[in-house]
């Protein structure tokens, strides 16, 4: 499909800046020449893209609102979501890559991290030359992180962490890992762990349906000695890595978009080709109820994307309002590339196509960052103050 057939059905473009187009539309036309080319292939191999966290890092998708003085892009919220809105049209691995690196690794180095941690860390990893992944979800606890039992004691010179971190994005490749885990009072807290350090390991998990252009493993700690330097200094408890989760969600909510778009665009395309009953698909009523809806809900997503910018940038936005969004958008996006899969008959199982990759990746996607259930019971909690979980 042309890229000008993206649709903007309520004229949403004039409420975005001309500096806000242009970093749409550079990393468009990456995604167009670098990732499309290339992924259905390393999505049907299970291999990542080679290369990508130093292609992410040079068109800017890596921090994009860190400030400027440590390597980022001192964007705005909208500017963020555009990016991750571009990326996942063209995979949902490609923006977990800039999610994680942006949201879960600089994200809490900028905000909680110390100004040497600042300076070590966040040049090389918004330059894609240091990849970072973050462990929160252990095998026993996923929707319940505050269950976790990775935990680290004080040995005078330095810190002893133990324990093991389950389904990390990028942990085979990681140079660095955020890891949360309780100190010796049971209290949350953020370290640094380097890879090299003894007892650190960080097995792949095979075998994936779902990203399979993504990386994912374990993150294993035996006795390893972490340097008091290490200790992220500015948080104590949950909210510390709940708060980058508020970030990573509003970057999925923008990103699920474009992944919908990509389904949708697809869909109308060859709605409007195939003929059946000697006239095109697209001329029978049931086909357009389905593309009908499809651009409804895409237009629905992207005001609400929008909007939660503009709150986000005004830090007004709240985590409720992040669940709910992250939750209507995955959902929304998930039903489009089921849809608008059964729009191309048996062309849509196939890898020249991007509905089934796009369908099975948003099934890791609608599960991780918070389930869909869990987000509701967020909702649940905000409407009515009655925790349900
Ligand atoms: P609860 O008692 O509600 O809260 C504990 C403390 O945290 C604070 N808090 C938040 N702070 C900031 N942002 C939020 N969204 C927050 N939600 C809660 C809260 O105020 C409290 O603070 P304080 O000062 O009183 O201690 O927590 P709970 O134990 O009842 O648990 C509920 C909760 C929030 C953990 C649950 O609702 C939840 O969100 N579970 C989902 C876990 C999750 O999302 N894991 C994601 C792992 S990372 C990942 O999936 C990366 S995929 C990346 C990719 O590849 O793109
Ligand atoms: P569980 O918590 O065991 O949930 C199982 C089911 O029970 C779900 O349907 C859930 O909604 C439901 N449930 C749970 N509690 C309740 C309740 N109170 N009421 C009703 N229903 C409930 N984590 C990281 O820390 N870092 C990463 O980089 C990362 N990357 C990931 C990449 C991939 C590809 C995947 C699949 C996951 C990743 N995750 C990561 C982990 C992800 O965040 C968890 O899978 C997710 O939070 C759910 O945890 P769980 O899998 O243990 O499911």
Redesign the pocket.
């Known amino acids: 499909y042309s890229l000008t057939s993206i649709p903007d059905y309520y004229g949403i473009d004039s409420l975005l800046t001309e500096e806000h187009k242009l970093i749409r539309q550079s990393v468009r036309d990456w995604v167009e020449s670098f990732v499309m080319p290339q992924i259905d292939h390393a999505a049907q191999n299970h291999t990542d893209i080679p290369n990508l966290m130093k292609e992410l890092g040079q068109i800017g998708a890596l921090g994009p609102y860190i400030p400027v003085e440590y390597g980022g892009s001192g964007l705005d919220q909208i500017s963020y979501g555009l990016i991750m809105q571009e990326l996942e049209r063209g995979d949902s691995a490609v923006r977990?890559a800039a999610s994680?690196q942006s949201s879960?690794v600089m994200f809490p180095i900028n905000k909680f991290g110390s100004e040497e941690q600042k300076r070590k860390y966040l040049p090389k990893l918004a330059a894609g030359e240091m990849i970072g992944?973050?462990?929160?979800?252990e095998p026993n606890?996923?929707?319940?992180p505050g269950s976790m039992e990775t935990n680290f004691k004080d040995m005078g010179d330095h810190y002893l962490l133990n324990g093991a971190?389950?389904?990390?994005?990028?942990?085979p490749l990681c140079d660095i890992a955020v890891v949360w885990a309780k100190n010796e009072e049971g209290k949350v807290q953020g370290l640094i762990v380097e890879r090299g350090m003894e007892g650190f390991t960080t097995p792949e998990t095979h075998n994936?349906w779902?990203?399979r252009a993504?990386k994912?493993g374990e993150l294993v700690f035996n006795n390893v000695k972490v340097p008091k330097e290490n200790l992220l200094p500015g948080v104590t408890g949950l909210k510390g890595p709940l708060s980058c989760l508020n970030s990573a969600r509003y970057g999925i909510s923008w990103g699920v978009i474009g992944a919908a778009i990509d389904c949708y665009c697809t869909a109308v395309q060859y709605s409007k080709e195939r003929k059946q009953f000697g006239k095109p698909i697209g001329s029978y009523q049931l086909q357009q109820k389905k593309l009908a809806e499809f651009l409804t809900e895409i237009t629905k997503a992207q005001l609400l994307c929008l909007q939660l910018g503009n709150l986000k940038n005004e830090h007004k936005a709240t985590p409720a309002q992040i669940s709910m969004a992250k939750r209507n958008n995955v959902k929304m996006a998930i039903d489009i590339a089921r849809e608008s899969r059964q729009i191309l008959g048996g062309m849509g199982i196939m890898g020249e196509f991007p509905m089934m990759r796009h369908a099975a990746n948003l099934e890791?996607v609608i599960?991780?960052?918070?389930?869909?259930?869990?987000h509701l019971?967020i909702t649940g909690l905000d409407i009515t103050g009655i925790n349900?979980?």
């Open positions: 977990s994680v879960l992944s973050f462990g929160l979800t606890h996923g929707s319940d971190k389950m389904w990390i994005t990028n942990s994936k779902s990203l993504s994912t890791s599960t991780y960052e918070g389930t869909h259930d869990v019971l349900a979980f």
